[in-house]
DNA sequence: AAGCCACTTAGAATAAGTCTAAAAATAGCT
DNA sequence: AGCTATTTTTAGACTTATTCTAAGTGGCTT
Protein backbone atom coordinates (compact mmCIF):
# COMPACT_ATOMS: atom_id res chain seq x y z
CA UNK A 1 0.00 0.00 0.00
CA UNK A 2 1.57 3.25 -1.05
CA UNK A 3 1.21 5.57 1.69
CA UNK A 4 2.66 8.88 -0.08
CA UNK A 5 -0.06 10.41 -2.54
CA UNK A 6 3.21 13.04 -3.77
CA UNK A 7 4.42 10.25 -6.31
CA UNK A 8 1.79 12.33 -8.95
CA UNK A 9 4.66 14.83 -9.12
CA UNK A 10 6.73 12.52 -11.27
CA UNK A 11 3.88 11.78 -13.17
CA UNK A 12 3.65 14.80 -15.19
CA UNK A 13 2.47 14.26 -18.84
CA UNK A 14 2.15 16.89 -21.73
CA UNK A 15 -0.41 17.46 -23.19
CA UNK A 16 0.61 15.76 -26.59
CA UNK A 17 1.31 12.60 -24.64
CA UNK A 18 -2.24 12.73 -23.55
CA UNK A 19 -3.26 13.28 -26.63
CA UNK A 20 -1.78 10.36 -27.91
CA UNK A 21 -2.70 8.23 -25.49
CA UNK A 22 -6.52 8.97 -26.10
CA UNK A 23 -6.29 8.94 -29.80
CA UNK A 24 -4.71 5.00 -29.13
CA UNK A 25 -7.74 4.17 -27.43
CA UNK A 26 -10.06 5.66 -30.35
CA UNK A 27 -11.19 8.29 -28.05
CA UNK A 28 -10.72 11.65 -30.03
CA UNK A 29 -8.63 14.30 -28.22
CA UNK A 30 -10.72 17.58 -27.69
CA UNK A 31 -9.24 20.29 -25.44
CA UNK A 32 -12.07 19.51 -22.47
CA UNK A 33 -11.30 15.72 -22.77
CA UNK A 34 -7.09 16.83 -22.46
CA UNK A 35 -7.85 19.22 -19.90
CA UNK A 36 -9.79 16.54 -17.45
CA UNK A 37 -7.23 14.44 -18.53
CA UNK A 38 -4.45 16.38 -17.14
CA UNK A 39 -5.97 16.22 -13.33
CA UNK A 40 -6.65 13.35 -13.32
CA UNK A 41 -3.84 11.35 -14.54
CA UNK A 42 -1.26 14.09 -13.20
CA UNK A 43 -3.02 15.67 -10.37
CA UNK A 44 -6.03 14.19 -8.95
CA UNK A 45 -6.29 11.51 -6.43
CA UNK A 46 -9.52 9.70 -6.22
CA UNK A 47 -11.45 12.65 -7.63
CA UNK A 48 -15.09 13.39 -7.70
CA UNK A 49 -16.73 14.30 -10.77
CA UNK A 50 -17.54 17.57 -8.59
CA UNK A 51 -13.58 17.97 -7.85
CA UNK A 52 -13.32 17.67 -11.52
CA UNK A 53 -15.47 20.37 -11.93
CA UNK A 54 -14.06 22.82 -9.20
CA UNK A 55 -10.90 21.99 -10.84
CA UNK A 56 -12.01 22.81 -14.31
CA UNK A 57 -14.07 26.00 -13.22
CA UNK A 58 -10.15 27.67 -12.57
CA UNK A 59 -8.10 26.06 -15.43
CA UNK A 60 -10.82 25.57 -18.00
CA UNK A 61 -13.81 28.32 -17.79
CA UNK A 62 -17.04 27.52 -19.44
CA UNK A 63 -16.53 23.81 -19.45
CA UNK A 64 -20.05 22.35 -18.52
CA UNK A 65 -20.76 19.68 -15.89
CA UNK A 66 -22.50 17.41 -18.56
CA UNK A 67 -18.70 17.10 -20.08
CA UNK A 68 -16.72 16.09 -16.99
CA UNK A 69 -19.56 13.47 -17.15
CA UNK A 70 -19.67 12.59 -20.28
CA UNK A 71 -15.95 12.38 -20.25
CA UNK A 72 -15.35 10.52 -17.27
CA UNK A 73 -18.04 7.98 -18.78
CA UNK A 74 -15.95 7.89 -22.18
CA UNK A 75 -12.74 7.44 -20.34
CA UNK A 76 -14.48 4.52 -18.42
CA UNK A 77 -15.65 2.47 -21.35
CA UNK A 78 -12.42 2.96 -22.60
CA UNK A 79 -10.76 1.48 -19.59
CA UNK A 80 -8.55 3.81 -18.86
CA UNK A 81 -10.15 4.80 -15.51
CA UNK A 82 -11.96 2.82 -12.99
CA UNK A 83 -15.38 4.18 -11.61
CA UNK A 84 -15.18 3.16 -7.40
CA UNK A 85 -18.62 3.91 -5.77
CA UNK A 86 -17.44 4.88 -1.71
CA UNK A 87 -19.79 2.29 0.75
CA UNK A 88 -19.09 5.48 3.40
CA UNK A 89 -20.36 8.88 0.86
CA UNK A 90 -22.10 6.74 -1.42
CA UNK A 91 -20.07 8.57 -3.86
CA UNK A 92 -18.37 8.01 -7.27
CA UNK A 93 -14.51 8.63 -7.18
CA UNK A 94 -12.18 7.61 -10.23
CA UNK A 95 -9.45 5.43 -10.03
CA UNK A 96 -6.36 5.64 -12.38
CA UNK A 97 -5.51 2.30 -10.91
CA UNK A 98 -7.06 0.07 -13.41
CA UNK A 99 -5.61 -3.08 -12.56
CA UNK A 100 -7.39 -5.37 -9.64
CA UNK A 101 -7.27 -3.70 -6.27
CA UNK A 102 -8.97 -3.17 -3.15
CA UNK A 103 -9.29 -0.26 -1.11
CA UNK A 104 -8.74 1.21 2.36
CA UNK A 105 -9.91 4.17 3.98
CA UNK A 106 -8.28 6.04 7.09
CA UNK A 107 -11.16 7.06 8.90
CA UNK A 108 -8.98 9.54 10.69
CA UNK A 109 -8.02 11.69 7.30
CA UNK A 110 -10.93 9.91 5.24
CA UNK A 111 -8.64 9.55 2.53
CA UNK A 112 -8.63 6.40 0.01
CA UNK A 113 -5.47 3.93 -0.07
CA UNK A 114 -4.92 1.37 -2.99
CA UNK A 115 -4.47 -2.30 -1.03
CA UNK A 116 -3.06 -5.20 -4.06
CA UNK A 117 -4.39 -8.53 -3.81
CA UNK A 118 -1.03 -9.45 -2.40
CA UNK A 119 -2.19 -7.27 0.45
CA UNK A 120 -6.09 -8.58 0.53
CA UNK A 121 -6.42 -12.10 -0.12
CA UNK A 122 -10.17 -13.62 -0.67
CA UNK A 123 -11.06 -16.99 0.05
CA UNK A 124 -14.21 -18.53 -1.64
CA UNK A 125 -16.52 -21.04 -0.50
CA UNK A 126 -19.19 -20.67 -1.78
CA UNK A 127 -22.33 -23.13 -3.13
CA UNK A 128 -21.58 -24.87 -6.53
CA UNK A 129 -24.14 -23.01 -8.45
CA UNK A 130 -23.38 -19.79 -7.81
CA UNK A 131 -20.28 -18.27 -9.71
CA UNK A 132 -18.61 -15.45 -8.74
CA UNK A 133 -17.58 -12.71 -11.66
CA UNK A 134 -16.52 -9.32 -9.00
CA UNK A 135 -15.14 -9.53 -5.97
CA UNK A 136 -15.06 -5.48 -4.12
CA UNK A 137 -13.36 -5.42 -1.15
CA UNK A 138 -13.19 -2.35 1.23
CA UNK A 139 -10.98 -2.09 4.28
CA UNK A 140 -11.59 0.82 6.95
CA UNK A 141 -8.87 1.73 9.77
CA UNK A 142 -6.36 3.61 10.91
CA UNK A 143 -2.81 4.72 10.25
CA UNK A 144 -0.44 5.18 13.15
CA UNK A 145 1.81 7.52 13.37
CA UNK A 146 4.95 6.46 14.67
CA UNK B 1 -26.04 -18.58 1.01
CA UNK B 2 -29.61 -18.77 1.41
CA UNK B 3 -31.07 -18.46 -1.51
CA UNK B 4 -34.83 -18.85 -0.37
CA UNK B 5 -35.64 -15.22 1.02
CA UNK B 6 -39.33 -16.75 1.35
CA UNK B 7 -37.90 -17.76 5.15
CA UNK B 8 -39.31 -14.71 6.52
CA UNK B 9 -42.89 -15.95 6.01
CA UNK B 10 -41.82 -18.05 9.06
CA UNK B 11 -40.95 -14.93 11.07
CA UNK B 12 -44.21 -12.89 11.48
CA UNK B 13 -44.26 -11.03 14.92
CA UNK B 14 -47.23 -9.67 16.38
CA UNK B 15 -47.33 -5.82 17.24
CA UNK B 16 -46.77 -6.66 20.86
CA UNK B 17 -43.78 -8.73 20.35
CA UNK B 18 -42.24 -5.81 18.28
CA UNK B 19 -43.20 -3.47 21.02
CA UNK B 20 -41.23 -5.57 23.58
CA UNK B 21 -38.73 -6.07 21.34
CA UNK B 22 -38.25 -1.61 21.05
CA UNK B 23 -38.72 -1.10 24.48
CA UNK B 24 -36.29 -3.66 25.52
CA UNK B 25 -33.53 -1.69 23.47
CA UNK B 26 -34.81 1.58 24.77
CA UNK B 27 -36.76 2.64 22.06
CA UNK B 28 -40.19 4.00 22.91
CA UNK B 29 -42.69 2.06 20.52
CA UNK B 30 -44.71 3.87 18.97
CA UNK B 31 -47.49 3.16 16.51
CA UNK B 32 -45.45 4.32 13.21
CA UNK B 33 -42.28 2.33 14.74
CA UNK B 34 -44.00 -0.74 15.11
CA UNK B 35 -45.55 -0.34 11.49
CA UNK B 36 -42.41 0.05 9.87
CA UNK B 37 -40.59 -2.76 12.04
CA UNK B 38 -43.48 -5.23 11.27
CA UNK B 39 -42.44 -4.63 7.34
CA UNK B 40 -38.81 -4.58 8.06
CA UNK B 41 -38.95 -7.52 10.35
CA UNK B 42 -41.16 -9.58 8.25
CA UNK B 43 -42.11 -8.82 4.98
CA UNK B 44 -39.31 -7.11 3.24
CA UNK B 45 -36.22 -8.14 2.43
CA UNK B 46 -33.18 -5.61 2.20
CA UNK B 47 -35.42 -2.71 1.84
CA UNK B 48 -34.68 1.06 0.87
CA UNK B 49 -35.75 3.87 2.56
CA UNK B 50 -38.37 4.40 -0.47
CA UNK B 51 -39.57 0.44 -0.65
CA UNK B 52 -40.74 1.58 3.04
CA UNK B 53 -42.44 4.48 2.36
CA UNK B 54 -44.37 2.77 -0.51
CA UNK B 55 -45.65 -0.36 1.84
CA UNK B 56 -46.50 2.57 4.58
CA UNK B 57 -48.93 4.88 1.99
CA UNK B 58 -50.92 1.60 1.43
CA UNK B 59 -50.46 -0.15 5.33
CA UNK B 60 -50.06 3.19 6.96
CA UNK B 61 -51.40 5.94 5.74
CA UNK B 62 -50.12 9.65 6.56
CA UNK B 63 -46.53 8.50 7.78
CA UNK B 64 -44.11 10.62 6.53
CA UNK B 65 -41.31 10.39 4.85
CA UNK B 66 -38.90 12.14 7.60
CA UNK B 67 -40.38 9.51 10.12
CA UNK B 68 -39.36 6.20 8.20
CA UNK B 69 -36.24 8.27 7.84
CA UNK B 70 -36.17 9.00 11.67
CA UNK B 71 -36.84 5.71 12.79
CA UNK B 72 -34.66 3.65 10.83
CA UNK B 73 -31.91 6.13 12.14
CA UNK B 74 -32.89 5.12 15.65
CA UNK B 75 -33.29 1.60 14.61
CA UNK B 76 -29.48 1.24 13.14
CA UNK B 77 -28.22 3.01 16.25
CA UNK B 78 -29.72 0.48 18.75
CA UNK B 79 -28.00 -2.25 16.63
CA UNK B 80 -31.70 -3.67 15.36
CA UNK B 81 -30.58 -3.26 11.97
CA UNK B 82 -27.60 -2.54 9.74
CA UNK B 83 -27.37 0.36 6.91
CA UNK B 84 -26.04 -0.88 3.57
CA UNK B 85 -25.01 1.36 0.82
CA UNK B 86 -24.94 -0.82 -2.52
CA UNK B 87 -21.83 -0.28 -4.54
CA UNK B 88 -24.14 -0.88 -7.76
CA UNK B 89 -26.84 1.55 -7.22
CA UNK B 90 -25.27 4.00 -4.24
CA UNK B 91 -28.23 3.13 -2.64
CA UNK B 92 -29.29 2.58 1.15
CA UNK B 93 -30.21 -0.90 2.15
CA UNK B 94 -31.81 -1.81 5.80
CA UNK B 95 -30.49 -5.35 7.06
CA UNK B 96 -32.13 -7.50 9.75
CA UNK B 97 -28.65 -9.35 9.54
CA UNK B 98 -26.73 -7.43 12.11
CA UNK B 99 -24.42 -10.75 12.91
CA UNK B 100 -20.84 -9.79 10.65
CA UNK B 101 -21.39 -10.99 6.84
CA UNK B 102 -21.13 -10.25 3.69
CA UNK B 103 -23.05 -9.94 0.53
CA UNK B 104 -23.91 -11.12 -3.09
CA UNK B 105 -25.46 -9.60 -5.75
CA UNK B 106 -26.99 -12.03 -8.42
CA UNK B 107 -26.77 -10.04 -11.36
CA UNK B 108 -28.95 -11.74 -13.76
CA UNK B 109 -31.88 -10.64 -10.97
CA UNK B 110 -30.96 -7.68 -9.12
CA UNK B 111 -31.70 -9.28 -5.86
CA UNK B 112 -28.76 -9.88 -2.74
CA UNK B 113 -28.30 -12.36 -0.75
CA UNK B 114 -26.25 -12.39 2.58
CA UNK B 115 -22.88 -14.55 2.49
CA UNK B 116 -21.35 -15.73 5.77
CA UNK B 117 -17.81 -15.23 6.88
CA UNK B 118 -17.25 -18.92 5.88
CA UNK B 119 -17.98 -18.86 2.88
CA UNK B 120 -15.85 -15.84 2.30
CA UNK B 121 -12.49 -15.59 3.97
CA UNK B 122 -10.81 -12.45 3.73
CA UNK B 123 -6.25 -12.89 4.61
CA UNK B 124 -4.97 -9.54 5.13
CA UNK B 125 -0.85 -8.82 4.86
CA UNK B 126 -0.91 -4.87 5.62
CA UNK B 127 2.17 -2.94 6.67
CA UNK B 128 2.44 -3.26 10.19
CA UNK B 129 1.54 0.83 11.05
CA UNK B 130 -2.28 -0.16 9.44
CA UNK B 131 -4.68 -1.77 11.78
CA UNK B 132 -8.30 -2.76 10.14
CA UNK B 133 -11.26 -1.74 11.69
CA UNK B 134 -13.75 -3.22 9.14
CA UNK B 135 -13.78 -5.56 6.35
CA UNK B 136 -16.97 -5.10 3.86
CA UNK B 137 -16.90 -7.50 0.54
CA UNK B 138 -19.45 -7.28 -2.27
CA UNK B 139 -19.59 -10.12 -4.54
CA UNK B 140 -21.46 -10.18 -7.75
CA UNK B 141 -21.97 -12.84 -10.35
CA UNK B 142 -24.87 -15.64 -11.21
CA UNK B 143 -25.94 -18.24 -9.86
CA UNK B 144 -26.83 -21.11 -12.75
CA UNK B 145 -30.00 -22.65 -13.10
CA UNK B 146 -30.42 -26.39 -12.90
C1' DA C 1 -55.67 21.93 33.48
C1' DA C 2 -51.04 23.66 31.98
C1' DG C 3 -46.74 22.61 30.58
C1' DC C 4 -43.30 19.69 28.74
C1' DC C 5 -40.99 16.71 25.72
C1' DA C 6 -40.59 13.28 22.35
C1' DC C 7 -42.40 12.24 18.17
C1' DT C 8 -44.53 13.23 13.79
C1' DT C 9 -45.96 15.97 9.94
C1' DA C 10 -45.83 18.36 5.23
C1' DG C 11 -43.25 20.43 2.48
C1' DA C 12 -39.03 23.04 1.39
C1' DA C 13 -34.13 22.58 0.73
C1' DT C 14 -30.01 20.27 -0.77
C1' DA C 15 -26.83 17.47 -3.41
C1' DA C 16 -25.34 14.42 -6.98
C1' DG C 17 -26.11 13.08 -11.17
C1' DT C 18 -28.86 12.89 -15.69
C1' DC C 19 -31.32 14.81 -19.50
C1' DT C 20 -32.41 18.03 -23.23
C1' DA C 21 -32.20 21.00 -27.06
C1' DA C 22 -29.49 24.06 -29.31
C1' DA C 23 -24.88 25.74 -30.57
C1' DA C 24 -20.22 24.81 -31.74
C1' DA C 25 -16.55 22.07 -33.28
C1' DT C 26 -14.80 18.51 -36.02
C1' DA C 27 -14.40 15.08 -39.73
C1' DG C 28 -15.36 13.23 -44.17
C1' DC C 29 -16.24 13.90 -48.84
C1' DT C 30 -15.88 16.17 -53.50
C1' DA D 1 -11.82 25.14 -49.84
C1' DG D 2 -16.82 24.37 -49.31
C1' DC D 3 -20.80 21.44 -47.82
C1' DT D 4 -22.73 18.19 -45.02
C1' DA D 5 -23.04 14.82 -41.41
C1' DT D 6 -21.59 13.53 -37.05
C1' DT D 7 -19.68 14.33 -32.64
C1' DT D 8 -18.99 17.13 -28.78
C1' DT D 9 -20.13 20.76 -25.77
C1' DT D 10 -23.05 23.99 -23.49
C1' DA D 11 -26.42 26.01 -20.02
C1' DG D 12 -29.78 25.05 -17.52
C1' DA D 13 -33.81 22.26 -16.31
C1' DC D 14 -34.94 17.97 -14.24
C1' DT D 15 -34.80 13.82 -11.17
C1' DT D 16 -33.98 11.16 -7.21
C1' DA D 17 -32.56 10.27 -2.60
C1' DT D 18 -31.99 12.28 1.53
C1' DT D 19 -32.00 15.98 5.09
C1' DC D 20 -33.84 19.97 7.18
C1' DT D 21 -37.27 22.97 9.22
C1' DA D 22 -40.91 24.75 11.61
C1' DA D 23 -45.23 23.82 13.13
C1' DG D 24 -48.45 20.40 15.08
C1' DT D 25 -49.88 16.34 18.02
C1' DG D 26 -50.42 13.61 21.90
C1' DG D 27 -49.54 11.60 26.02
C1' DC D 28 -47.37 12.16 30.92
C1' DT D 29 -46.37 14.78 35.02
C1' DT D 30 -47.35 17.85 38.51
Chains 1, 2 share one sequence.
Not at 28 to 33: K, M, V
Not at 57 to 81: H, I, M, W
Amino acid sequence: MKLDHGHKIYNQLTSAQIEKRLNDIGISATAQRIAICKYILCEADHPTAEDIKKWTDVNFPKLSRATVYNTLEVLVQAGLLKELKLPHTGKIVYDTNVAEHFHFLDSNTGKLFDVSPEECQVTLAMPNDISVQGVEVFLRGKISIK
